[in-house]
């Protein structure tokens, strides 16, 4: 049976064995060296022998030395046995002084432990060594990495391969010119301008981004130009979610979709993020998907008083409350977290809800998002996109809440899909509900923006799933363009624009440059270090299909129905300027809206939309 195999006990009392038998051999050097002529123990000097071999597993048992696996013996566990060594030499030398032993010479107190740690990390670093190569010995040949990055953590990180053997570490490439040129753990540093070639010459199969902290502008910069060479490259996570202070392979991850896409996020305001939360009771709706649990995370940071967590999945609603309950008990025991599982259109439990915690704002996240889902399922779209926020805003103001935030889309300008028309249906709403003046006392007001990466439904995930199933990349049109953002900074953005609402505005995020989805296709292919398969490339490896744009689907969405947005304090905020229905005038068609959709009578449903939804092309795939 192999080492490997042995229990527990057993390697622990081989280890001890051999602690003692090296600190015997260590007493049996340092004589030598002492009286200059190989030593031959005899009379009292045996005692010697025996205190230095017994009293070693006895401070190494102390020292909890044994604890340690050989497999993983690192720097930290190397410095935990050099303070046992200390120990052991501190005990031997009181023995000295103490004259226990007779005639025990004091320098041999202070050879035999140099000596002996001499030995132990030598047998302790060939243990490890032959341990892991007998673990790995029927794995394939390591990937050859190179490390972008030699700081800090890219140090960690290659001693962290040289335990897996999942990779061998062929080099660093960094930009600080004073550390080109030397080597780290044996690899050399390279400049960043002769990557080519060193990718070509040590025949590098993988690159790791290393550089938790660097800005996002040079991030990108540096990922553009690793898409151009054969590598698959990876990541570390950012310097804020590396906590604990050391990098471990777990850590390495697939390029986040901010590396393909992202841009320097504007620090958000601390001041509007806690102007309507610090201290106080918020609702949050649809708060098990995607923006809802992010606008909750971010929520709970701002200290409210009391946080309610309302959607209809019940899953979706455990597994946001599970994680924020984790987070509330180690940071904010003092906040209350509510999950609340219930429909929207619900309007009588709605009612019981706000009567009975009465909070002063409610953040509108819950709607159905997909489209083509919408397309086949009109009915229940407007039900709960349109009557589901219609519920929640009456019972906003037949119960006095003195704010509400609808988060909406930037599929609702000039929608060619049902989503997109019932989203704009709820904006109309709520300004309708907003333009009453004085008749109650709620203040609406809307946020709309365009896809956040990484959501349920998003095309990146998707595309990862097909990546690893070995292709086809599926994009429906070679010039279908969307706005992205981060979720993170979506979440931020609403509830800073929240913070600035007076009534009835629509405010927008602003997205930056759209980008096509073909080329984010070919750009996750690159980094993979596989080659997309086309007719320039007839022998690549992944080919992209184009399949056509699905049922309600733009080539190109919008923020704006009219042009000349009104700026914000906020760089990053803006506020439309938007027609809308007067309440009376509304509520005749909502009314008609309503049957239609209970009738599941589409053609009635479109005809309302039609009437109200300036721009809505339900027949129409582009503008």
Known sequence: MRILDWPRPFKKALVIAVDVTLALFATWVAYSIRMETLHSPEGQEWIHYAVAGALAPVVFLTAGLYRAVFRYFSTKAMLQTVRAVLWYAMALVAFHWLQIWPKFPLTL?????IIF?????????????????????????????????????????????????AFQVVGFVDDAPHKQGQTINGAPVFSASAIDA????????????????????????????????????????RLSELATGRVTVQDLRELDVEDLLGREPVAPDPALLAKRLYQQVVLVTGAGGTIGSELSRQILRERPLKLLLLDHSEYGLYCIHRELEQWREANAPSIE?????????????????????????????????????????????IVNNVFGTLALAQSAVALGVPNFVLVSTDKAVRPTNLMGASKRMAELVLQALANQGGAHGTCFSMVRFGNVLGSSGSVVPMFRDQLEAGGPLTVTHPEVTRYFMTIPEAAQLVLQAAAMANGGEVFLLDMGEPVKIVDLARRLVSLAGL????????????????IGLRPGEKLYEELLIVDNPIPTSHPRIMKAREDCLAWADLETLLGQLQQAAYNEDLQGIQAVLKTCVHGYRPDARSP
């Open 337 to 381: 977290l509510v999950p609340l599982l219930v429909s929207v259109g619900n309007r009588r439990r709605l009612d019981s809800i706000l009567g009975k915690y009465h909070p002063s704002i409610i953040y509108h996240a819950a709607a159905y998002k997909h489209v083509p889902m919408l397309e086949s399922n009109p009915s229940e779209g």
């Open 198 to 237: 060193v990718v070509s010459d040590l025949a590098v199969t993988d690159v790791l981004l290393a550089m938790p902290s660097v800005s996002r502008v040079r991030r990108n910069q540096i990922v553009q130009r690793l898409g151009t060479l054969p590598v698959h490259t990876r990541t570390l996570p």
């Open 117 to 165: 740690l001499l030995l132990l990390g030598a047998v302790r670093v060939t243990a490890q060594y032959w341990l892991v190569s007998r673990g790995v010995e029927n794995r394939p040949a390591p990937r050859r990495l190179l490390i972008y990055g030699a700081g800090e953590a890219g140090v960690q990180m290659s001693s962290a391969m040289a335990v897996t053997r």
């Open 531 to 546: 080659r997309v398969k086309d007719e320039q490339q007839p022998d690549g490896d992944i080919e992209v299909q184009f």
């Open 109 to 113: 107190g202070l050879m035999q432990p």
